[in-house]
């Protein structure tokens, strides 16, 4: 570990040293932490690539984050990746989209959609701003410290209008995901969602975090951790 510092109110950037996860990684895709004495471990996106280092950011929400929080730099942390598949890229136009921690992956795609040359813009929506490694270019604030207030739905439908991408990259609440694919089925635009979940393994052998997604007339159960965390929005069977 060679960073771990809050960024916001339980907010917190990781940096950890590992060449082998730092030169497979892509975005899009998580590793899992061995989180002290705790039985499960927990899935944090990888937020950045940079020589032989990555970034991760997280939020407190229980024992196992709070123990996660406690590390110091120098000490080292038990963690297997990348996993999963990560977000497609091509020479298109897009529009990238995170929300709270979600804007971990988000700041990965940006640095390399900006290293390949390709033209996108995004948004970061938060409870209040915090600062990250990118700047977004429409930043939300609930509590109005950034320049455009309110929340992801009362400014996208304008942003898309706006932007005109041939794809949404996202990652965040179900919820917000759920309604972003929604608009973007209706605007006949391409949506790839990273979705979290339950990961007691990771690995794809417990099936603690399978989802249903729609597969010609039929539905599908898949893991999130192996068959995903990326999946195209429109097969999602939110809710």
């Known amino acids: 570990i060679l960073e771990n510092t809050e960024i ?5 950037k990781m940096v950890l040293e590992s060449e082998i996860i730092a030169k ?3 975005p899009g895709q998580f590793v899992s932490l ?3 004495d705790l039985t499960l471990r927990r899935p944090l996106s990888i937020a950045r690539v940079k020589g032989n280092t990555f970034d991760l950011i997280y939020k407190i929400k229980g024992a196992g984050t ?11 942390a038990d963690v297997f990746g990348p996993i999963g598949n990560g977000y497609t890229i091509e020479n298109k136009k897009y529009l990238l989209i995170g929300c709270g921690v979600g804007i971990a992956p988000i700041i990965f795609m940006e640095d390399v959609l900006k290293q390949k040359g390709i033209q996108y813009k995004s948004i970061g929506c938060f409870r209040s701003r915090y600062k990250t490694d990118n700047e977004q270019t429409y930043c939300i604030t609930e509590d109005g410290t950034s320049s455009i207030t309110g929340r992801l739905n009362d400014h996208f ?18 919820p917000a995901m759920q309604y972003v694919t929604e608009i973007a089925i209706k605007k006949n635009v391409r949506i790839e969602v990273a979705l979290e979940g339950d990961m007691a393994c990771g690995t794809g052998v417990c099936m603690g975090c399978v989802i249903k997604i729609k597969k010609g007339d ?9 068959d995903g965390p ?4 429109e097969v999602i069977v939110w809710g």
Do not use: H, W
């Open 218 to 226: 039929a539905l599908e159960n898949v893991r999130i951790c192996q």
């Open 8 to 12: 916001s109110d339980k907010i917190y």
């Open 24 to 26: 497979n990684s892509l």
């Open 157 to 174: 439908e304008l942003i898309i209008e706006e932007t005109n991408p041939d794809i949404i990259c996202m990652c965040g609440p179900n």
């Open 230 to 233: 990326v999946f195209n929005g």
């Open 34 to 36: 061995k989180c002290g």
């Open 66 to 76: 709070e123990y996660l929080a406690s590390l110091k730099p120098g000490e080292t």
